[in-house]
């Protein structure tokens, strides 16, 4: 009498098996991958935006402070947008026949803002001042990266509930003078003051508490 099952049947069932059991461990292990990649965080994916503005350009090649178009950054939670009247500023009197500006053009005489995209867009149940930061030390380049080289700005830090509490609970080695706050290649040198200075000078009371940034 033949046999129903071959020897090579035991080896299937071993393998079909350690399938079914790998199968929630090997899904758990791909969301949590998932979830910590750039792709998921929207780290370095390009933002369309309605006017091709250059950063290279104009903070790097022109070392534009953040200030003049993020104007309420040290007074508001928001760091602002440019207005079309900041743009025509400089541009009612340079390239101002350009293609490229036209829809800052068509913006200013229409009295209409420009529809500027957001690129660092946190979910609405956190909260997040910026002018708290930068008054206390913490330069742009911290969060936004190297604006500088961005031909656009894309996000170049996960802004994660981790990445937040890993500043919040040691902020002193990202802490910097007031001055070179927007400072893109600012680096620490012989004559300035240490990180464990500028906490002092600053007071800075890390807070780590949830209402912190869920209110």
């Avoid at 708290?132 to 990266?145: E, P």
């Avoid at 080695?173 to 680096?187: C, G």
Wanted: glycine residues 6%; hydrophobic residues 35%.
């Amino acid at each position: 009498m033949a046999w129903i099952f071959t020897p090579r049947a035991n080896t299937l069932a071993r393998v079909a098996a350690a399938g079914l059991l790998a199968t929630p461990v090997l899904g758990a292990v791909g969301l949590w991958a998932y979830a910590r990649s750039p792709l998921a965080q929207n780290m370095r994916q390009p933002i369309p935006q309605p006017v091709q503005f250059d950063h290279r350009h104009h903070a790097g090649d022109e070392a534009i402070d953040c200030r003049y178009c993020h104007s309420t950054v040290e007074i508001s939670s928001s760091a602002g947008y440019p207005s079309q009247a900041t743009c025509m500023g400089c541009h009612g009197q340079i390239w101002n026949q350009s293609p490229l500006l036209e829809p800052v053009r068509q913006s200013y005489f229409a009295d209409r803002p420009i529809p500027w995209s957001r690129v660092h867009d946190l979910p609405d149940f956190v909260y997040f001042n910026h002018s708290i930061h930068v008054n206390k030390g913490v330069g742009c380049v911290t969060c936004h990266g190297r604006v500088d080289l961005m031909p656009s700005v894309q996000q170049a830090q996960p802004l994660s509930m981790g990445w937040c509490l890993d500043c919040h609970r040691d902020p002193v080695p990202n802490l910097r003078p007031q001055e070179a706050i927007t400072s893109m290649r600012w680096e620490p040198g012989p004559g300035d003051p240490r990180p464990e200075e500028l906490a002092r000078r600053y007071d800075i009371q890390p807070r780590t508490n949830c209402t912190t940034c869920h209110r």
